[in-house]
């Protein structure tokens, strides 16, 4: 399944600073729909270069992470159980509170 | 003031003609934004376009609230402070140049740092919040004090080539902890004073609290409650997204909040969150 | 001034810190600015911000052209002119604002109209150039001046609650009269004398044209070449748009031009758009 | 056929102030496909309630109109000529000179 992943505030750093990927991501088996769980485990495997605790916490983001399929919080759309769909655009942005 | 049309002065009509004659806006906007109050937090980076643009629109009392002190490494991106004023107070200096740009509104001058202990008092005398500081803990005790007067509260942020804003806490939408329920990690908060950031970054972001505090403060509009605006300054890509609703099982705004006038008062914000209420 | 650290004088390193702190920018980002000179044409709407965040930031050289006097009725937008400057030219008015917020920087007045009879000549001293007058034939005009001068413009407008902004002729993009080879009749040409403007929708649209511009001078990321940002104030709403690549058939920067520097000195800009280059 | 028609930059003025249009536009026969051609002349007829001249010149737009379609120049889609899907998103927009 093709996706574009992008990493905002801070979290390109954890990918060598690279804000946009192009990914292509298997479902675990061919039937299954791959969930936003299976894509956290896949983005901290294959994506995250170091200090993964910047990312994720337990098996979900980190506090003060928001995560954003298609332009709309996941919350809204099922969170962590979601199921993603080819050419969606997941974004990782992390909270500033510069000024 | 003697007031004649419509609760316009001859002076304010002849100062503010190219609002008045748009049909979004008009007299109506204008009247309300001269009625209004508006308490901006912070007269840095985000706030020197801030204090500008609310000043030269003619809201009718602006507060400004901050305790530091002008310091001539902030002058690359805080355009309101002359080089004259290095060293003496922000408010000051903000004050005195949003008074020479309009002398006809009412400025009020908090040179203290806005904390859980004179908070309530401070943003009780104001209809709209304006957050542009440049801190974690202060990002939270702003919000739950709107929460508790019923204050909408414009927050923006910025840090390297990046920036964010929203609205919280306005008609029905979410508040910051109704986003961010759990502090980040310590580790995890970048300050400008570590990481830089780049000066009209957080100008494009001041300039759009502005636009939303003028939105909001004329009754005109559509504000970005509920949507996060998020600047890439590098690429010049901005993306408007949909946020989450207001939580029900927030502390601060959900139906069994916890959170109240007098324990607000005594809220350790800078043991919750970790971090300093100052970004030195 | 001398020089120590990368072209960079212990003064620039302090005021500049937060600047030199990015990666994306850092010292080679701040001796880019440093040594870049920049031209805004018109010190309005538009230009108030662009020419406060140029100043601040550090470009070595800031041009300024315009032939207005600051009037009471601009205050409401152009927040680069303190009220004392009612009825004194607008140059001379920002020039003392950016003055007084950067000493270091070299700040030229060019107190007169932008015309094609001296346009080649003004242009000519800069690097980059930035659009940020009121009408349409001074935006032909600067276009043509740009292409044949081969310098990038940062072009932005504004007029009620809606804003716009790109670069013309900027690494093989397109130029003003590649997207526009024919002038729009003069009755679709509003003016913001004529239908108002909100004060901070140029502020908004300033700000990103002094981004795109300290971008450009100072070499970094990507800029809004070949797109257009579009700015719905009212509902909060940026769309950003790809548009068409630069023509080969444009009279301007096409294969087979026409224009040449002896025939726009003497090219009639206000009878080809049959609109005066004045918002008046 | 679906279509998200939005006018700005002064144009909405031209169809009552109304600047997002949710339309449904049906193609001259059933089996060809709509075109920009045919939806600007049902544009004129069917939303444009006021000078027409501000918004047409002959069969085109008027000089100072950019059209998009999905956040693209229409130049670089085929201009005029060019076939619309389903939900496609266009933009009208008439470019401004002030400041
Ligand atoms: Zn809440
Ligand atoms: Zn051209």
Same mark, same amino acid.
């Given at each position: ?19 946009? /990927? ?36 337990? =098996? %979900? ?19 962590? =159980? ?12 992390? %909270?500033?509170?510069?000024? | ?129 304006? =957050? ?33 804003? %929203?609205?919280? /806490? ?87 909040? %916890? ?22």
């Amino acid at each position: 399944m093709h996706l574009t992943l992008e990493f905002g505030g801070g979290l390109d750093l954890l990918c060598q600073s690279v804000k946009i /990927h192009q990914v292509d991501v298997a479902p675990k088996d061919e039937n299954a729909k791959l969930t936003m769980r299976d894509l956290l485990a896949w983005v901290r495997s294959s994506l995250i270069k170091e200090r993964p605790e910047m990312f994720m916490k337990g =098996d %979900t983001v980190r506090p003060g992470v928001l995560v954003l399929v298609n332009d709309c919080d996941w919350e809204l759309c099922g969170g962590i =159980d979601m199921e993603l769909e080819e050419k969606d655009v997941v974004v990782f942005i992390s %909270t500033l509170h510069g000024g | 003031h003697n007031t004649f049309y419509n609760g316009l002065t001859p002076g304010m009509i002849y100062r503010y003609s190219r609002h008045l004659l748009l049909p979004d806006f008009g007299v109506e906007g204008q009247k309300n934004l001269s009625m209004s109050s508006i308490l901006v937090v912070g007269a840095g980076g985000l706030g020197s376009p801030v204090v500008l643009y609310l000043a030269s629109c003619g809201v009718g009392c602006l507060g400004i609230v901050d305790s530091d002190v002008v310091e001539l490494n902030n002058l690359h991106r805080q355009i309101v402070h002359p080089e004259a004023y290095v060293g003496q107070a922000k408010v000051k200096s903000a004050a005195a140049t949003c008074r020479a740009i309009n002398s006809s509104i009412n400025i009020v001058e908090h040179n203290e740092a806005l904390q859980a202990s004179n908070a309530l008092d401070i943003i009780n005398k104001y209809d709209v919040v304006v =957050d542009a500081t440049d801190n974690l803990p202060s990002r939270y005790m702003i919000s739950d004090c709107c929460v508790l007067l019923d204050k909408p509260l414009i927050s923006g942020a910025a840090l390297g080539l990046e920036g964010q804003l %929203t609205v919280y /806490h306005h008609k029905g939408g979410p508040c910051y902890r109704c986003l961010f329920p759990i502090p980040p990690p310590a580790a995890a908060c970048q300050r400008c004073s570590d990481s830089g950031v780049l000066g009209v970054v957080p100008g494009v972001i001041g300039c759009f609290q502005a636009l939303e505090a003028i939105k909001i403060a004329s009754c005109i509009g559509e504000s970005l409650s509920g949507k996060l605006l998020i600047l890439d300054a590098l690429s010049s890509r901005v993306r408007i997204v949909k946020l989450r609703g207001r939580s029900l099982h927030c502390v601060s705004c959900g139906e069994n909040a %916890t959170l109240s006038q007098q324990n607000f008062r005594t809220f350790d914000y800078e043991g919750f969150t970790q971090s300093p209420m100052s970004d030195k």
